[in-house]
């Protein structure tokens, strides 16, 4: 089940890995790599050496407007 269809309430900041957000967008970790490069996808937060990290909400709402701007 898809979190855009769940109605729940979410916590305004929760750091999701980039696992969670290929996860969250049913996407592959290339297809995430690509949109990143192309500078049309949320900056994330590096944490320690090498994780990267997304505001839940921040990747979310970006997901919704891009679907309804392609609709």
Not at 13 to 26: A, D, M, R, W, Y
Not at 37 to 46: A, D, R
Not at 61 to 67: A, L, P, S, V
Request: charged share 25%; hydrophobic share 40%.
């Amino acid at each position: 089940m898809h979190i855009f269809s769940t109605g729940k309430l979410m916590k305004d900041f929760e750091l999701i890995s980039t696992n969670e957000v290929c996860k969250l967008l049913c996407i592959s970790r290339s297809t995430l790599l690509r949109w990143r490069k192309s500078n049309h996808f949320p900056k994330g937060t590096v944490l320690g050496e090498r994780a990267l990290y997304w505001n839940k909400v921040d990747i979310i709402n970006w997901w919704k407007f891009h679907k309804r701007v392609q609709s």
